[in-house]
């Protein structure tokens, strides 16, 4: 995905997010929406996260499979990450001006048969064990300082499970990708 392409899904989740909270027009969706062009008609998986200008995360949404042409997910899960992660309280018109949104587009999931085979800081990781899961996006690891043992001992707690679940042979992994952008700082 070129610059322009990029910025212009970042403008949209800002969009997104403004006009919920001032009840503004959507033109850059209803732009999109009409067209109904690659690449914003692609259905890819997708995260957006709000994070806070020193880098606390604020919230994250997203969906690993495509649900719907970026145009229309985008919006949505930037809405879901502002209002509805039952991690943090609604965010507030005042606080727009103090958060930067990112976005992670990413690749299809792929089963690995060894969590030593997770390539910390380029894959994204699905833990399943049972009817537990979580998930943790490629850059969270790297942006904890985290080492692999430290990340899937996290990512075991995030499921529910004990820490060390993740060596249990009836865990089940699966990586993937991300391209992330992420606005500019002003």
Same mark, same amino acid.
């Given at each position: 995905?070129?610059?322009?392409? =990029?910025?212009?899904?970042?403008?949209?989740?800002?969009?997104?997010?403004?006009?919920?909270?001032?009840?503004?027009?959507?033109?850059?969706?209803?732009?999109? !929406?009409?067209?109904?062009? /690659? /690449?914003?008609?692609?259905?890819?998986? *997708?995260?957006?996260?709000?994070?806070?200008?020193?880098?606390?995360?604020?919230? *994250?949404?997203?969906?690993?499979? @495509?649900?719907?042409?970026?145009?229309?997910?985008?919006?949505?899960?930037?809405?879901?990450? %502002?209002?509805?992660?039952?991690?943090?309280? /609604?965010? !507030?018109?005042?606080?727009?001006?103090?958060?930067?949104?990112?976005?992670?587009?990413?690749?299809?999931?792929?089963?690995?048969?060894?969590? !030593?085979?997770?390539?910390?800081?380029?894959?994204?990781?699905?833990?399943?064990?049972? +009817?537990?899961? %979580?998930?943790?996006?490629? =850059?969270?690891?790297?942006?904890? @300082?985290?080492?692999?043992?430290?990340?899937? &001992?996290?990512? &075991?707690? !995030? %499921?529910?499970?004990?820490?060390? %679940?993740?060596?249990?042979?009836? *865990?089940?992994?699966?990586?993937?990708?991300?391209?992330? +952008?992420?606005?500019?700082? /002003?």
């Amino acid at each position: 995905m070129n610059q322009v392409d =990029q910025k212009t899904l970042l403008m949209l989740a800002r969009e997104a997010i403004t006009s919920t909270l001032t009840h503004s027009d959507t033109p850059i969706y209803d732009r999109l !929406k009409r067209e109904d062009r /690659p /690449p914003f008609s692609h259905e890819l998986g *997708c995260f957006v996260t709000i994070h806070t200008k020193e880098g606390a995360l604020r919230g *994250c949404i997203g969906n690993l499979w @495509g649900r719907g042409p970026l145009w229309q997910e985008i919006p949505k899960l930037a809405r879901e990450s %502002a209002f509805n992660d039952p991690r943090f309280h /609604p965010l !507030k018109e005042a606080e727009l001006k103090e958060v930067v949104l990112e976005i992670s587009l990413l690749s299809r999931l792929q089963v690995i048969d060894d969590w !030593k085979q997770i390539r910390l800081g380029v894959d994204g990781v699905l833990l399943s064990h049972g +009817y537990h899961r %979580a998930v943790f996006l490629p =850059q969270v690891a790297t942006e904890q @300082g985290w080492d692999l043992q430290t990340m899937l &001992s996290q990512l &075991s707690r !995030k %499921a529910g499970l004990d820490p060390d %679940a993740y060596t249990d042979m009836a *865990c089940r992994f699966e990586v993937f990708q991300a391209e992330v +952008y992420t606005e500019d700082l /002003p």
